[in-house]
């Protein structure tokens, strides 16, 4: 493979937010890439928080050697409030104009993007992001890094609710991640044949209007051979949580719901192979793009195909999930 070498001479990457699987695998990558056209790449640890206190280390191929198939990163990540405070993009940026550094890739979700925007104002270096989050909720790309495993981590937990749930006849509501989007619950909840999904985008829900969740539930409860019943959430739904809806679909059907919440898990474990190779893909291609001038953009893939998409507008939330599984997914009676 060819590239066109630049005046980039050294790369920094970090991971930033909330971890997500194959993140490791984008490391990875970009290592390799960027080793092929004889870059150094410094790896700063704990997100934006090793940028300002120069908590770095050069990456070599040693590091980044039998990483691919693990979860979590190995420069570990955390969110960064300094950055947000007054100077701290200022500083950011003289911290990567001292370390001579030419560019920097942000693996992370919209919010670590708005983090290297600011950054953008002080630093004259070129900046890239790749979409790193198992929320899915980043413009730009049709998939994150993370997303396809942590569907298939919840839908493991989800299958194995659904076999209590059958043995003693329950209805079970159970949280997924997603911050405000429902892109992770809607395909899990699809895969795990759940009785109904509830998200933000099918509109607000409150101890009012608690009619069109229960309707179902009840007729399915006169059915003799509905032996279980899931509604799977995402959180932020409901005021007071997934535990809140459970109690109150209880005392308001007369019809005990539990309520499990499956939490920070559903952000770990090894990533599978739909991950590994679009992290790989993405890494790769952001270093290229790079190579080619590119900056304030975010390496993704829109139908197979890798490509750019302004930094500034993937937190703008216009992408939409699947219109055909939410109408099918009402079609059906679900919700």
């Not at 630049?6 to 990457?13: G, H, N």
């Not at 001579?100 to 693996?107: C, G, P, R, S, V």
């Not at 919209?110 to 630093?123: L, V």
């Not at 992290?279 to 893939?301: D, N, R």
């Amino acid at each position: 493979m060819g590239y066109i070498m630049s005046r980039i001479k050294r790369l920094a990457v970090l991971t930033s937010g909330g971890d997500a699987p194959g993140m490791n695998a984008c490391i990875r990558a970009i290592q390799l890439t960027a080793s092929a056209c004889n870059i150094e790449v410094i790896g700063f640890m704990h997100g934006f928080n090793g940028l300002l206190e120069q908590e770095y280390l050069m990456l070599h191929e040693q590091h980044v050697n039998n990483i691919i198939q693990r979860g979590g990163t190995i420069l570990k990540s955390a969110r960064c409030p300094a950055l947000e405070q007054a100077g701290g993009p200022a500083k950011a940026a003289t911290v990567l104009q001292q370390l001579n550094i030419d560019a920097l890739i942000i693996i992370g979700g919209d919010g670590s993007f708005r983090g290297a925007m600011a950054i953008s104002q002080h630093y004259h270096g070129q900046l890239m992001g790749v979409p790193g989050t198992i929320d899915n909720d980043v413009d730009g790309t049709d998939n994150t890094i993370g997303f396809a495993t942590a569907i298939d981590t919840a839908l493991d937990a989800i299958d194995k609710i659904r076999d209590t749930a059958d043995a003693f006849e329950r209805m079970f509501l159970i949280e997924l991640m997603g911050r405000h989007s429902g892109y992770l619950s809607l395909a899990a909840g699809i895969a795990a044949g759940a009785e109904q999904i509830i998200c933000p985008e099918f509109g607000p829900l409150s101890p009012d209007n608690l009619k069109h969740l229960i309707i179902p539930m009840q007729h399915a409860q006169l059915l003799s051979a509905k032996a279980s019943y899931l509604i799977v959430v995402a959180e932020n739904s409901y005021p007071g949580g997934t535990t809140a809806l459970a109690d109150d679909l209880t005392k308001a059907s007369g019809i005990e719901c539990r309520a499990c919440i499956l939490g920070h898990i559903q952000r770990g474990g090894s990533p599978v192979g739909a991950d590994r190779i679009l992290a790989t893909k993405l890494g790769a291609y952001a270093v290229e793009q790079l190579l080619q001038g590119a900056s304030l953009m975010m390496a993704g893939e829109i139908n197979g195909q890798a490509g750019l998409y302004p930094l500034k507008k993937t937190g703008d939330r216009t992408k939409a999930i699947d219109p055909f599984l939410v109408r099918w997914q009402q079609q059906i009676g679900s919700f």
